[in-house]
């Protein structure tokens, strides 16, 4: 008996040994310790404007690198290659076109995190932090909200509407929502902004009141149309908009074209909204189109510059007038000298050397490109350094004021043939004017689309111009795109006496097609095809739309 | 860790107790008997003999020697005593009126007498025959033919179960293990590994420069004792939450009492080039790009004219490999006297890569010590200290492909020695060209260092009464450091102008205290033991990396020397905890019915407050039949166990409870951006597993084997959740879809070991050891039914691994081709893709001809598309084997050694990537194969048709089809092999010889050659292929099974000697 008792003694001081020892609850409360968690962050107005910060580069990465002029130039037209983009530049964008995927997912991620930010300064915002600024952030992220909804309605059509992803990552059920409804969805999240946001930005290069009203006008410009005939009142509205900034924003066209794609201009005079890219940040909030758009890695110097193949389309070539200053800024022409752009290359005893730029003849096999010179910076001594492999820091506009010009001459023209509408006009020469063009005293629609396509040109533009005009006029957008020239073409410059040798610099180039490849333009194609595999796994995607249903 | 010295029991903590409250069983006492000791030795080294199972004959009463041979044993004056060991002969001694009674145990060679073994399990020992679970012993003796840089190789072919790759055949290269079946989907698949008692469970592949490293590469396999390889649900739920891959446990050396035994073993081996790959040489390569301009109507370069005016050109893959020494010295020192015994051991191991920029270097350190402190304590220490360099260029710059893919015109260096590359010959395409792999390969420098130190000390305490209780604190402390160095170059026309520098390092920390008590005691015919434990650990790792540009000299390979203006930089930290209670129990009855009986509760930070405790138990049993009296008439049968076992195994992911926001870059300084979607109800991942297997032994065990069967069913799979992009969840600035419990998959599989003595007379012996396995796993339930995890390589142009539910995860997703176009008829009938005008494509020189790739219409919507991606191959084996054949006679000792592998499909990307003839304008070379493109034909009624019928190469073409650009069937290769991984010949200096000398005890020389012959069909150079480790990998995004130019493994010609002092 005594036996068992100590045996048993012993297990239960064992025991007690065991308990001692256990650790303390806290043992096993490990939060994060390289980042901050939600609920702990808005505490201040600095957090909370750090929060909409990332809506102005990193969420935007995957739809700018490929996609933004993929899109916007390659399918609009303006952009031809013979091996890159091809499924853009032959208007067959697939469901498995990366640049479509690339597209649809970056832009959601737009969505998403601007869900994520309205829903936490809502939920987890310090007291402390003034209304004001709450404001300001949400205004931001509706914002961009709103500007990502206005790209995937105009691709892709009826596209789901999120506004609270957390709330519905398990549901399988979402389906599309209807043009229509989408369209009112960006127009409420835009005119939010435009209400609610003050005229003076947070900081430099951050949103203002005319930024969201400029980028009101330009939706209310294009969803005038989706009824099939264009919208009075939404036409008056982008007029409206358009000449609140003109007359209120003291934004100014820069005088010289050409510096607005220069790094050191960015928030200039003329931008009034851009994506700000960090050459040395984090992966994804640097601007990377140059590795891809740039002829070659003598003018990055670095091993990117994937661009030999990229060039100006012979349809958008054909309509630069040899005394158009925007040219030479958007494209390089063989010949064309950039001082402010430097290339390696070999002088004539075979040793390299860093020079100006004098964009070399491109022997092609069948062709040559007229490579694309905007948003391609040069080297890093080009940029005070500020260029890596794959990274500068040139913010990409998504709307200055040339824009809103435009935007107000194709306003107040509306439905009419043409207008001699002073203060139409007095906006419209003023782009021309810039330009180096002479002044004009009538426009009609065509001269605004003409004028749109070359000053916007690789700015990812042109396809959404088409996008206006098919909602409204689709017979002709089919004829435009169908007409347009996207083939081969060989561009050789004429010297001053045909001499190379004494007059380097070319006074002018001859452009001759050598093999013509046109389109067919149907309706289908103003649907791009949501991604295979998403509507693989998420198969309600097929459903027909449904409208939004507003709180 | 703060100790709690105050804090009442919980109710939360009670039922945490639970395991250990089985102690609370009061025993029954046994009678009191005679005590009698004595020390069991080796006559004929003079050494104690551990392990040996000293029994009262007729009883179950029993017990164990230990490390010096000594054991202690109660029995009455009338009984006998059975000495029994493994490998020895049994003896019997009566105890008359001794006390006292010394045995000297013969070895036994004429047996394979493994049953008595003692194996490890976790936390403890058992003898084989009393194992009621499943696990496998690798035989470390055979591991020592073959000559392993790491320890994971040596794996290989070695337990059943245990399916290896290698991930890269470059020197220390990483290594795929998986046991039984593919437990995650998009987290780590790799085994728990218990290193002395320090768990290490390699994670998911890290990122970028360091992405083909190994994480065990610290070991020495020569230090290692013994290896277990857990797999049985009972076996590995011991170990709870980190135990569903499989738990590979391994003790290394310690010393014996004795005199000190000084080993000195060298090894030097050379390395063999692959065999090459049929590639156009410069002739081939030239007539082709003039066929393919005629085709273009373009002009083709003077310089390619006339094909038969040109030489061979270079012959890229001759250039970039060459035959590459590796060395190894290796010297120990055991003993020590009756209280104290150690080991101590260093190595020098030394590998150059067959490609330059690639080769591993080891030091490594290891001392064991063994206190026997006092008669009921004692201490015992192990520490490791290792240095590895890893040179990581050749895989992460992808220069096997490269020099695959390369055209033979360009040149490896110039006529003034710099370096060749891409140049105007091909035009304005230098951009498609691969930069020159030779002098990447030599210019390009990832170097990881890395230093770990590894080891604890332990404590036993015998409080009598067959208690026993243990404490032990293990550690792991690793710093690494990658260097990353990218200098100025020209190669031809393709340049890099500024040099850029990225140095990472890396330190990790873990700790584990634990804390066990034991009881053993045998009542009779009842054999009980009970173990009970707590164990705490943590986990802790900080990353800080920086990146500099514009480096003026390639000689100091430091951050300071580039531009301070241009740099960029990063840190990451994370953190772990686990604390865990954990009981066993084993019952025996009779010798004839085992059970065994676990629980584990194991509490991770992983989890909210609510969810973090997770309960394993598990429970096993097992049936000797062999021991009841109506087996005992079978003389052949010597052994027949049945086990039956079921338990639950967990895993407790990465985390995912929080949302966490990450700094990112602004010009208004740092934003913060959502990065994951939180997860508060996150919990355990739970697998249960019911196993049943047998062990048979016929003829006294010649012949052994050893069978399982097991059904694994995983459910709450911790993975993040594959939802739709809409979501905002994938790609640059998403928020990554939260981590959920809600997926589910299971694997069914067997596996089967046969061991056997074929032969043992007049001192010739030939054993033999063979295993067998197969798996299958299956996806039963993601988020919803149309859900889809892709993993796509977007540098490899896109390639696709599926995993959807009802399915193997990750086959290949891609077009099945069905011959090529044979008449315009065959094209009308059959599906084309559309042209730009929406419309099929015309059957038209310039749109679908004859001689394009037909492809099938899997959706029958009459177009090709996309859409018609279905699945092509699968990158698991349906079994894979290894075979072991020993043979000695004499002093001669021969061993053979033959893995392989069967129905597992390679995707054989280099071949699909050297598969369009129309690159050769690029600046890209093809394989030979695709000189028999379909030469079209007219027959005499105008026809075309393909005048070398049977190609299944396309024409050269304009290529509006996509031939040879579609990921499609052409490329998916058989990847079953049978490789004579090892051949040995080894030779013992008899005695006789060296005697006259007093330096040396030992001497063994052997010549062996590694990776000797592979049968197979596969086109690459190796079918051992496993995972993508490439530059571009991210962690749960690897290509599995896809040939990317995977590094290979060649056959390796060894000179080895082992002396003993």
Redesign the interface.
């Known amino acids: 008996m005594k036996?068992?008792y100590m045996?048993?003694r012993?297990?239960a001081v064992?025991?007690l040994?065991?308990?001692?020892?256990?650790?303390?609850e806290s043992?096993?409360?490990?939060?994060?310790?390289?980042?901050?968690?939600?609920?702990d962050?808005y505490q201040t107005s600095e957090?909370v404007?750090?929060?909409?910060?990332?809506l102005?580069?990193?969420?935007?990465?995957?739809y700018n690198t490929s996609a933004s002029y993929g899109i916007g130039d390659a399918r609009g037209g303006a952009m031809t290659s013979i091996a890159n983009q091809m499924d853009n530049i032959?208007?067959?964008t697939?469901?498995?076109t990366?640049e479509n995927?690339?597209a649809?997912?970056?832009l959601?991620?737009?969505?998403?995190?601007a869900?994520?930010?309205i829903n936490?300064i809502a939920t987890y915002t310090s007291a402390s932090v003034p209304e004001s600024t709450k404001q300001y952030a949400t205004a931001e992220a509706r914002f961009m909200r709103g500007l990502a909804y206005s790209y995937l309605v105009q691709n892709w059509g009826a596209?789901?509407i999120?506004t609270n992803?957390?709330a519905?990552?398990?549901d399988?059920s979402?389906t599309r929502n209807t043009v229509e409804t989408v369209w009112e969805f960006v127009i409420r999240d835009i005119r939010y902004a435009a209400k609610t946001l003050p005229t003076a930005a947070a900081?430099?290069?951050?949103l203002t009141k005319y930024a969201a009203q400029g980028m009101l006008a330009k939706m209310f410009l294009t969803r005038a149309g989706i009824s099939g005939t264009r919208s009075e009142s939404d036409l008056d509205s982008a007029a409206y908009y358009a000449k609140q900034v003109i007359n209120n924003s003291g934004a100014t066209l820069l005088t010289d074209y050409e510096e607005l794609f220069k790094m050191k201009n960015n928030n200039n005079s003329e931008g009034l909204v851009a994506l700000?890219w960090?050459y040395?940040?984090?992966?994804?909030?640097q601007n990377s189109v140059q590795s891809y758009l740039a002829y070659?890695?003598?003018i990055t110097?670095?091993?990117d510059?994937?661009g030999?193949?990229l060039g100006a389309s012979y349809y958008l070539l054909e309509k630069y007038v040899s005394n158009d200053k925007r040219r030479k800024a958007t494209f390089m022409y063989p010949g064309d000298h950039y001082s402010y752009i430097h290339q390696?290359t070999k002088n004539a005893a075979g040793d390299?050397i860093v020079q100006e730029l004098h964009v070399p003849q491109?022997?092609?096999?069948?062709s040559t490109r007229a490579w694309i010179k905007k948003y391609v910076v040069g080297?890093?001594e080009d940029n005070d350094?500020?260029v890596?492999?794959q990274r500068t820091g040139i913010n990409t506009y998504m709307l200055r004021l040339a824009d809103v010009y435009l935007v107000y001459a194709e306003a107040i023209l509306g439905t009419q043939s043409s207008t001699s509408d002073g203060e139409a006009l007095k906006y419209f020469n003023a782009v021309r004017l810039r330009a180096g063009l002479t002044a004009v005293t009538s426009i009609t629609w065509d001269d605004i689309f003409e004028e749109r396509a070359l000053e916007f040109a690789m700015e990812g533009q042109l396809w959404y111009d088409f996008v206006r005009l098919h909602y409204y006029d689709p017979e002709k957008a089919y004829t435009m795109l169908s007409n347009q020239e996207r083939g081969y073409y060989t561009i050789t410059p004429v010297y001053r006496n045909g001499d190379a040798q004494t007059y380097p610099d070319p006074i002018d180039w001859t452009v001759a097609v050598t093999l013509s490849q046109k389109?067919?333009a149907?309706a289908?194609n103003f649907i791009i095809p949501i991604?295979?595999?998403?509507l693989?796994?998420?198969?309600n995607?097929k459903k027909e739309p449904v409208p939004y249903v507003f709180d | 860790?703060?100790?709690?010295?105050t804090?009442n029991?919980g109710r939360g903590?009670l039922y945490r107790?639970l395991p250990?409250?089985l102690?609370?069983l009061?025993?029954l006492?046994a009678a009191a008997q005679q005590l009698i000791s004595g020390r069991i030795t080796d006559p004929s080294l003079g050494n104690g003999l551990q392990g040996v199972n000293v029994q009262v004959k007729g009883t179950t009463a029993a017990t164990m020697s230990d490390a010096e041979g000594n054991y202690t044993i109660e029995a009455k004056p009338g009984d006998i005593l059975e000495f029994s060991l493994a490998g020895y002969t049994m003896q019997e001694m009566p105890v008359g009126n001794s006390t006292r009674i010394d045995v000297g145990l013969e070895e036994d060679i004429s047996s394979l007498a493994a049953l008595l073994d003692v194996v490890l399990v976790g936390y403890g020992e058992l003898k084989r025959i009393d194992l009621s679970s499943a696990q496998s012993s690798i035989d470390v003796d055979a591991i020592n033919y073959t000559f392993n840089t790491t320890i994971e190789q040596a794996l290989q072919g070695r337990a059943a179960g245990v399916y290896v790759t290698q991930n890269s055949g470059q020197p220390g290269g990483s290594v795929s293990v998986n046991i039984r079946g593919i437990n995650s989907v998009n987290g780590s698949n790799e085994p728990l590994y218990v290193i002395d008692g320090v768990q290490i469970a390699p994670g998911t592949v890290p990122f970028g420069a360091t992405s083909s490293a190994d994480p065990l590469a610290g070991i020495n396999p020569a230090d290692i004792d013994n290896i277990e390889v857990l797999q049985g649900p009972s076996a590995t739920a011991i170990y709870g939450s980190r135990g569903t891959n499989g738990v590979i446990l391994i003790t290394t050396k310690r010393g014996k009492a004795g005199e000190v035994k000084v080993h000195y073993g060298f090894q030097y081996g050379l390395q063999n080039t692959p065999k090459q790959l049929p590639v156009l040489n410069l002739r081939e390569y030239a007539q082709l790009r003039l066929d393919q301009n005629a085709m273009?109507?373009?002009?083709s370069p003077v310089a390619f004219q006339d094909p038969a005016a040109l030489g061979t050109g270079t012959n890229w893959q001759k250039e970039l490999y060459k035959t590459a020494p590796l060395m190894k010295h290796q010297l120990s020192l055991s003993g020590g006297r009756e209280e104290t015994t150690f080991y101590l051991s260093g190595e020098y191991l030394n590998q150059n890569g067959i490609i330059t920029g690639s080769g591993f270097d080891r030091g490594s350190l290891r001392l064991n010590i063994d206190n026997q402190t006092r008669k009921w304590l004692k201490l015992g220490a192990t520490l490791n200290v290792s240095q590895t360099d890893d040179k990581l260029t050749a895989t992460n710059e992808n220069v096997v492909l490269n020099a695959l893919r390369i055209a033979p015109n360009v040149a490896v260096k110039n006529l003034d020695g710099s370096w060749g590359g891409a140049d105007a010959i091909n035009?304005?395409n230098v951009?498609f060209t691969p930069?020159n792999p030779v002098a990447i390969s030599n210019l390009i420098q990832n170097k990881y260092r890395r230093r770990q130190m590894l080891g604890g000390v332990n404590a036993d305490i015998d409080?009598g009464?067959g208690?026993t209780?243990t404490t032990s604190v293990n550690g792991n402390f690793g710093t690494g450091n990658s260097v990353y160095f990218m200098p100025m170059y020209?190669l031809g026309e393709?340049?890099?102008?500024?040099a850029?520098l990225t140095s990472t390092d890396v330190t990790s920390t873990y700790w584990n205290w634990n804390?066990l008590?034991k009881y053993t005691r045998n009542f009779g015919v009842h054999e009980l033991s009970i173990m009970?434990s707590?164990e705490?650990q943590v986990a802790?790792a900080k990353t800080l990396s920086g990146t500099r540009?514009g480096f003026v000299t390639s000689n100091v390979l430091d951050l300071n020397v580039g531009?301070s203006?241009?740099?960029?930089n990063d840190?990451?930290?994370?953190?772990?905890?686990?604390?865990s209670?954990f009981s066993r129990v084993n019952y025996i009855f009779n010798k004839k019915y085992l059970v065994q009986l676990a629980m584990r509760a194991d509490?991770?930070?992983n989890f909210g407050?609510g969810n973090?405790w997770g309960i394993f138990p598990s429970g096993s049993a097992a049936w000797r039949i062999s021991e009841e009296p109506f087996m005992k008439s079978i003389p052949t049968i010597s052994e027949l166990k049945l086990r039956a076992e079921a338990g639950v195994t967990g895993n407790q992911g990465n985390?995912g409870t929080?949302?966490?926001?990450?700094?990112?870059?602004?010009?208004?300084?740092?934003?913060?951006?959502?990065?994951q979607?939180?997860n508060n109800t996150l919990k355990w991942e739970q697998t249960t597993t019911y196993n049943v297997g047998f062990n048979l032994g016929l003829l006294s065990d010649r012949i052994h084997i050893e069978g399982d069967f097991y059904i694994k069913k995983t459910n709450n799979l911790l993975m993040t959740?594959?939802?739709?992009?809409?979501?905002?969840?994938?790609?640059?600035?998403?928020?990554i879809?939260?981590t959920?419990n809600?997926s589910a998959l299971e694997n069914r599989g067997y596996s089967f070991t046969v061991n056997t003595v074929n032969m043992d007379q007049q001192g010739f012996t030939w054993k033999t050891g063979f295993n067998i396995s197969g798996f299958r796993t299956k996806i039963t339930k993601l988020?919803?039914n149309?859900?889809?995890v892709?993993r796509v390589s977007w540098y490899m142009n896109?390639f696709t691994q599926r995993a959807v539910v009802g399915q193997s995860p990750w086959q290949f997703y891609g077009y099945q081709e069905e011959g090529i176009f044979q008449s315009v008829a065959d094209i009308n009938a059959s599906a084309v893709p559309?042209?730009?005008?929406?419309n099929r494509l015309p059957a038209a020189t310039n749109g679908v001809w004859v001689g394009d790739t037909k492809f099938k219409d899997v959706n029958g919507d009459g177009v090709i598309?996309?859409?018609d991606r279905t699945f092509i191959g699968n990158p698991f084996p349906k079994f894979f084997f290894g075979m072991t054949n020993t043979f000695t006679y004499k002093g001669f000792d021969l061993n053979v050694f033959i893995t392989g592998s069967y129905g597992n499909d390679i995707y054989n990307y280099a071949r699909y990537a050297g598969s369009n003839q129309a690159n050769v304008?690029l600046g890209l070379n093809v394989f030979r194969e695709d000189l028999n493109y379909a030469r079209i034909g007219t027959d005499t009624e105008g026809n075309p048709y393909v005048e070398n019928a049977g190609t299944n190469i396309p024409r050269l073409s304009t290529n509006a089809n996509g031939n040879n650009i579609r990921i499609t069937n052409r490329f998916v290769e058989d990847g079953s092999y049978v490789r004579l991984k090892n051949v040995q010949l080894g030779y013992t200096i008899p005695k006789a010889l060296i005697a006259r000398q007093r330096f040396v005890n030992d001497i063994h020389v052997a010549i062996g050659a590694q990776n000797l012959a592979t049968l197979t069909h596969y086109k690459g150079y190796d079918p051992e292929v496993g995972a993508y480790v490439g530059s571009n990998v991210a962690a749960g995004n690897q290509a599995i099974g896809v040939d990317y130019g995977r590094y290979p493994l060649t056959p390796v010609y060894t000179f080895s000697i082992q002396v003993e002092l």
């Open positions: 036996k068992i045996t048993c012993s297990v064992l025991l040994g065991f308990i001692v020892i256990s650790c303390q043992f096993l409360d490990r939060e994060p310790l390289d980042t901050v968690t939600n609920e962050f957090q404007l750090a929060a909409t910060a990332p102005y580069n990193i969420v935007w990465y995957d032959l208007f067959r697939n469901g498995a990366e995927s690339n649809w997912h970056s959601f991620n737009v969505i998403g995190q869900n994520a930010v936490d596209v789901p999120i992803n957390a519905l990552l398990q399988t979402i900081a430099e290069g951050r700000q960090i040395n940040g984090t992966w994804g909030t070659s890695s003598d110097s670095f091993s510059g994937w030999g193949d390696k390299d491109n022997n092609g096999s069948n080297r890093p350094g500020k890596l492999y389109i067919t149907s289908s991604p295979t595999t998403e693989e796994r998420a198969p995607l | 860790m703060r100790i709690n010295f804090q029991v903590r107790m250990v409250c102690l609370m009061c025993f006492n273009d109507g373009i002009a035009e304005d951009q930069p409080l009464k208690f209780f020209t393709q340049t890099n102008e500024v850029s804390q008590l009970a707590h705490a802790q540009v531009d203006g241009a740099s960029t840190s990451h930290q994370s953190v772990w905890a686990m604390e209670y509490g991770s930070s407050a973090r985390g929080y949302t966490p926001m990450s700094p990112v870059s602004s010009p208004w300084g740092s934003g913060f951006i959502t990065s979607y939180g959740n594959p939802i739709p992009d809409y979501m905002g969840t994938t790609g640059n600035g998403s928020i879809a939260p959920e809600i988020y919803s149309s859900a889809i892709d896109n559309l042209g730009t005008d929406g598309n996309e859409k304008n």
